[in-house]
């Protein structure tokens, strides 16, 4: 376990998590701490904003963790996503009371609206905040498990896998439309009061979600770090650039995806867990196939295989969708998915994987601690 632990703390590791962490830290201090008449004051609009990328960050390093290390390519971990959030959408549901439209202490108002005796069984205990967070971890972990159970075993591969990682997220996303299943239909879980007693709209919240984002991201890089620099991460690297091989020389293939996949869920159930009270709302919307793939180009753009390309792509690729919306609002698709093309063009393996070829072209030389990108060739 020591090990395990100290597997994480290299030193470009450090240095990133170092900077990431200082800038998130002199954020929320400026909202803080600075007037809002200060030219150096970050609004609370900006706080949430930045808050909302980690959590997206978080997400993208779940899929390099499999697909970048494992060369699973899933096109369904929005649903994961999503079910995390959920989970703490209906614990911020239950923490309304009666402070509702219709002032029924039970009951959702959309429940009330739609004529619901009591409350369904599968509500029950998310009026606790551990219990909401048990399930926000369970949830999506046991989806993927089971999931990955039936897959792995089959040794469904490739692009098959992808499209039933679609099917999958697709099926959901129609489940939850249903006005009939408790979650709220079309509109979702929204209008949310308030998280362990702390006023969601407060300026001092909002930067304290900024702040638990931003661990958590730091913490699951550190996870992701920790198993991609272990016995296990050469293994499962062996399975991306040579499965058949890998599982003759005698490793139970499937289990080491099974374990890679499920923990990659429970990450993105966290990452969704965190969403929810930044932006106010969770809806079928976030099971769209489309969230799913656009996961997938995040990742792309950064780098697979790198874990710094996840978090630096699904920043740099959200932050260039909310600037086209603000300032090109009739083309902004066009230019999103110019950018996406370009990166694919010009950049095959991403901004990182670009930087890293820059560098070793410069030194002569390959780190050994950075994986290669991408898979074998073929012999």
Known sequence: ???????????????????LLGVILLLGLSNQLLPASSPLHAPTYMVSLVGKYL????????????????????????????????????????QIGDRGVYGNPDLPDF???????????????????????????????????VFGWFAFRSRVTGVYLSIITQAMTFALMLAFFRNNMGFGGNNGLTDFKDILGFDLQSDATRVGLLFASAAALALGFLICKSVTRSKYGKVIAAVRDAEARTRFLGYRVDRYKLAVFTLSACMA????ALYVPQVGIINPSEFAPAVSIEIVVWVAVGGRGTLYGAVIGAILVNYAKTYFTGTLPDVWLFALGGLFIGATLFLPKGLVGAARALWERRTGRRDPGKPALGPAPAE
């Open 1 to 19: 376990m020591k090990g395990f632990v100290f597997r994480a703390f290299d030193r470009g590791g450090m240095i990133f998590l170092g900077i």
């Open 55 to 94: 959590t997206y960050a978080l997400l993208a390093l779940s899929v390099d963790l499999i697909w970048g290390y494992c060369g699973i390519l899933s096109l369904g971990h929005g649903a994961f996503f999503a079910l995390g959030g959920y989970a703490m959408g209906m614990h911020l549901m239950r």
């Open 111 to 145: 429940m009330v609206f739609l004529n619901y005796d009591g409350l369904p069984w599968y509500w029950y205990g998310f009026d606790m905040f551990w219990f909401a967070m048990a399930m926000v971890v369970l949830v999506p972990g046991a989806l993927a498990f």
């Open 269 to 272: 159930g966290v990452a969704g």
